[in-house]
């Protein structure tokens, strides 16, 4: 697979990286750790080499799993993980965020050990903490990078003024946002900002939390702890009226003998040189259909057509219930 620079930094990646949290959270029941680590081993078998994870997808029992999963190959991978929600001393989770700087510090010391290595590739504060100063964050990370326990810095669902005022404290790597064309609102503020900053962009999601994958209809039932079931654009109503867009999909894919998935990561990957989608699977076929979205090649005919259509289609309900929502873009 080819490799990507996520911005100015020296980071280069696989051009696909892998979302490791639904193994763990999210999306249902936690998969088999027999299972989990297979597909992770998978991935890097076949040239992934760019693993994200947090302290929080669990908590802790993602950062374990990777930590185990990536052992043999450790020289081999990047990895990525998050700070910044709050979490008891036993793993439970509790509200609100905390980017102390005294805190990061403590969280990192105990990813480490989580994720077996003595140096996290890529950190990010994984919601902007409104009670600290994004300076303050910036400086702690800064600390880090100079102590060798840290790479690289990056933010997670910032707003542009947060992230321009980090990056003046320490140079951000990456921002990680959701990005698909089941969401385009980056493309407005964010993506300007980061290509004048020189910082890469990690979309998460890039297949709009598997809607995009076609597997999906207004009849699908999710397990009782996925948490599209709370997302009002996952709503029957809301699945029904945005088929327009997998429909799209899927006649592009059909003519193309891809998979609507693979056009849609395809899609992705040709906005930006500095995007790197990490898309996330439990399943080996998946793993190998999402890594043939690096070798699609769309045509800039194909890139406009895709878009041109997409731009016609006003999709329905809202990406976060309005407690998460209050989370972004900071």
């Not at 996520?6 to 892998?18: D, E, I, K, T």
């Not at 959270?25 to 081993?41: C, E, F, L, M, N």
């Not at 209809?217 to 109503?237: I, L, M, Q, S, Y």
């Amino acid at each position: 697979m080819q490799t990507r620079q996520l911005g100015q930094s020296n980071l280069a990646v696989s051009a696909l990286g892998f979302g490791c949290m639904g193994l763990s959270s999210g999306y249902g029941p936690a998969t088999d750790k027999a299972q989990a680590i297979a597909v992770i081993r998978s991935a890097v078998e076949n040239g992934v080499t760019f693993f994200d994870t947090a302290e929080i997808y669990g908590p802790f029992a993602n950062e374990l799993l990777v930590g185990e999963a990536l052992a043999p190959f450790r020289s081999q991978v990047q990895i990525a993980t998050k700070f910044g929600f709050r979490i008891g001393p036993n793993g439970e989770r509790l509200d609100g965020l905390d980017s102390r700087p005294a805190h990061i510090k403590e969280m990192v010391e105990a990813s480490l050990q989580r994720l077996k290595t003595d140096v996290i590739d890529l950190l990010y504060q994984h919601r902007v903490d409104p009670d600290v100063p994004i300076e303050d964050v910036a400086g702690a990370v800064k600390e880090l990078i100079q102590a060798g326990k840290v790479k690289h810095f990056g933010l997670s669902e910032a707003g542009a003024k947060t992230i321009r005022r980090a990056n003046a404290v320490q140079p951000v790597t990456a921002l990680q946002s959701e990005y698909s064309l089941f969401w385009r609102e980056p493309e407005t503020e964010i993506m300007p900002l980061l290509a004048e900053l020189g910082i890469g962009f990690v979309p998460f999601s890039p297949l709009g939390k598997g809607f995009l994958t076609g597997k999906i209809d207004e009849n699908t039932k999710f397990d009782a702890t996925d948490f599209r079931n709370v997302v009002p654009r996952f709503t029957p109503g809301a699945r029904k009226a945005n088929q327009a867009v997998v429909d799209l999909l899927t006649a592009i894919a059909a003519r193309m003998k891809a998979t609507p998935a693979q056009v849609a990561l395809a899609w992705l990957l040709a906005q930006k040189p500095w995007i790197v989608p990490i898309p996330g699977t439990t399943k080996l076929p998946r793993l190998l259909e999402n890594l043939g979205g690096a070798s699609l090649d769309l045509t800039p005919g194909d890139l406009q057509e895709i878009t041109a259509a997409a731009d016609k289609i006003t999709l329905q309900g809202a990406r976060y219930p309005e407690h998460l929502q209050k989370l972004i873009g900071r």
